[in-house]
């Protein structure tokens, strides 16, 4: 058998300081997304509205959008390891909020969506510090694949248990103890971050002011298309496809007439899908082309959305909800590996920044859109469009991405 070190899939545990990385984010991510699930559930079960959820989804990642630039700026300039602490002491404190709200009986919508915005502008200065930082907890460059894909199958790997354990908490004893679960889930990145040795941070001086330094990220990626192309392309899929999620509490109490636990199943089956798509990404042999990948998951994702939307018979709408999840898991992780691999050191706070931008700024606006188009036309056929909207975005940058494979890409 070969030693842990030899396998590509876990590699990136050789460091120390990425395993402490990796385990604290593990127990964290697992919490957030119960807190998420719960969030959804709560204000679809007040209010009914598919739009509403829409709301609810755009008041939390539309902060980021806005100012994710800021904190990828932060990142650059400071020292990530303590903007990472702040970030997560003051997630704690949100979620103790939303935790007091509901379990003293205060359960409004205005006030959940106020919180939402907090934790928004919180992740804004804590995913860029973040994913910037596993460059610095990694002990060899070499394994820097692994480690952002094993870091992309917490999320995932969260993903397919927090929601179903959310269902379960949810009918159980209520939202406030998932609230009450995350917020203990953050001291899991707290001490993993105590216990970690790095070396002492040297604050970077710099006569330019903030404006400058985002005028400069842009003005890079306009020099490196090649990276600029991938992150439209997945601005284009954040805004027209990935916020099929906003309508699933719909698929799970009039498509499929279930409750909170249905709501969790179908969430942990896209879990699943995701778990598989980062295996197979983290596994993958050195000189895989990443663009064919790239490609091949959108379409994979667009399909299965179609066969979603239109499957009534539950244990079969599943098996696509998980090929779904592995399309959305690898397009996201593939598009995250080449920015940050193919990214100048110098530049990289900036550009992962703007690779959240692209994300949290089209998504809020796509969940919006998929609220209102659902009320209209209903959540099936709003699922499947987004489904056909994949597929057009494949076909459209697939000229792109093949010129690209013509050449090595790195591994």
Same mark, same amino acid.
């Given at each position: 058998?070969?030693?842990?070190?030899?396998?590509?899939?876990?590699?990136?545990?050789?460091?120390?300081?990425?395993?402490?990385?990796?385990?604290?984010?593990?127990?964290?991510?697992?919490?957030?997304?119960?807190?998420?699930?719960?969030?959804?559930?709560?204000?679809?079960?007040?209010?009914?509205?598919?739009?509403?959820?829409?709301?609810?989804?755009?008041?939390?990642?539309?902060?980021?959008?806005?100012?994710?630039?800021?904190?990828?700026?932060?990142?650059?300039?400071?020292?990530?390891?303590?903007?990472?602490?702040?970030?997560?002491?003051?997630?704690?404190?949100?979620?103790?909020?939303?935790?007091? &709200?509901? !379990? +003293?009986?205060? #359960?409004?919508?205005? $006030?959940? %969506?106020?919180?939402?915005?907090?934790? /928004? *502008?919180?992740?804004?200065?804590?995913?860029?510090?973040?994913?910037?930082?596993?460059?610095?907890?990694?002990?060899?460059?070499?394994?820097?694949?692994?480690? &952002?894909? !094993? +870091?992309?199958? #917490?999320?995932?790997? $969260?993903? %397919?248990?927090?929601?179903?354990?959310? /269902? *379960?908490?949810?009918?159980?004893?209520?939202?406030?103890?998932?609230?009450?679960?995350?917020?203990?889930?953050?001291?899991?990145?707290?001490?993993?971050?105590? &216990?970690?040795?790095?070396?002492?941070?040297?604050?970077?001086?710099?006569?330019?002011?903030?404006?400058?330094?985002?005028?400069?990220?842009?003005?890079?990626?306009?020099?490196?298309?090649?990276?600029?192309?991938?992150?439209?392309?997945?601005?284009?899929?954040?805004?027209?496809? &990935?916020?099929?999620?906003?309508?699933?509490?719909?698929?799970?109490?009039?498509?499929?007439?279930?409750?909170?636990?249905?709501?969790?199943?179908?969430?942990?089956?896209?879990?699943?899908?995701?778990?598989?798509?980062?295996?197979?990404?983290?596994?993958?042999?050195?000189?895989?082309?990443?663009?064919?990948?790239?490609?091949?998951?959108?379409?994979?994702?667009?399909?299965?959305?179609?066969?979603?939307?239109?499957?009534?018979?539950?244990?079969?709408?599943?098996?696509?909800?998980?090929?779904?999840?592995?399309?959305?898991?690898?397009?996201?992780?593939?598009?995250?590996?080449?920015?940050?691999?193919?990214?100048?050191?110098?530049?990289?706070?900036?550009?992962?920044?703007?690779?959240?931008?692209?994300?949290?700024?089209?998504?809020?606006?796509?969940?919006?859109?998929?609220?209102?188009?659902?009320?209209?036309?209903?959540?099936?056929?709003?699922?499947?469009?987004?489904?056909?909207?994949?597929?057009?975005?494949?076909?459209?940058?697939?000229?792109?991405?093949?010129?690209?494979?013509?050449?090595?890409?790195?591994?």
């Amino acid at each position: 058998m070969k030693k842990i070190s030899e396998l590509n899939l876990f590699r990136a545990f050789r460091s120390l300081n990425y395993t402490l990385y990796f385990f604290g984010r593990s127990v964290s991510q697992f919490g957030t997304w119960m807190q998420r699930t719960a969030v959804v559930w709560v204000v679809y079960s007040i209010t009914h509205s598919a739009f509403l959820l829409g709301v609810t989804i755009f008041a939390e990642t539309f902060p980021t959008f806005l100012f994710s630039i800021f904190g990828g700026i932060a990142a650059d300039r400071y020292d990530r390891y303590r903007v990472i602490k702040i970030t997560q002491i003051t997630s704690m404190i949100q979620a103790v909020m939303l935790a007091i &709200l509901v !379990l +003293t009986g205060h #359960t409004v919508v205005w $006030a959940i %969506l106020v919180l939402s915005v907090i934790l /928004g *502008i919180i992740n804004a200065f804590d995913l860029p510090a973040r994913q910037a930082l596993v460059h610095e907890v990694v002990a060899d460059p070499a394994d820097l694949p692994s480690a &952002l894909s !094993l +870091t992309t199958a #917490t999320a995932s790997l $969260a993903q %397919l248990l927090g929601p179903a354990l959310s /269902g *379960i908490v949810l009918n159980a004893f209520g939202a406030g103890v998932c609230f009450l679960l995350n917020a203990a889930s953050f001291g899991g990145v707290i001490i993993s971050l105590l &216990l970690m040795k790095l070396p002492v941070h040297e604050p970077k001086k710099t006569e330019k002011k903030i404006m400058g330094e985002f005028v400069d990220g842009f003005a890079y990626l306009k020099k490196t298309p090649d990276i600029g192309l991938v992150i439209l392309m997945l601005a284009l899929v954040s805004l027209l496809v &990935l916020p099929y999620n906003t309508v699933l509490p719909v698929f799970a109490k009039v498509v499929f007439k279930g409750n909170a636990a249905t709501f969790g199943y179908i969430s942990s089956f896209i879990g699943i899908g995701a778990v598989i798509g980062t295996i197979f990404l983290a596994s993958r042999k050195p000189g895989t082309h990443l663009r064919r990948i790239l490609l091949l998951s959108t379409v994979i994702m667009g399909v299965a959305l179609i066969c979603f939307s239109q499957i009534k018979n539950f244990p079969v709408a599943m098996l696509f909800a998980a090929l779904a999840g592995f399309g959305s898991i690898a397009q996201f992780t593939v598009s995250n590996i080449i920015v940050q691999s193919e990214s100048d050191p110098a530049m990289r706070g900036r550009v992962i920044s703007i690779l959240l931008m692209a994300i949290f700024g089209m998504m809020p606006l796509g969940s919006l859109l998929v609220g209102a188009v659902s009320k209209h036309i209903g959540a099936p056929d709003t699922v499947s469009g987004q489904g056909i909207a994949a597929l057009i975005i494949a076909i459209l940058f697939s000229g792109f991405l093949r010129r690209k494979m013509s050449s090595a890409e790195p591994g």
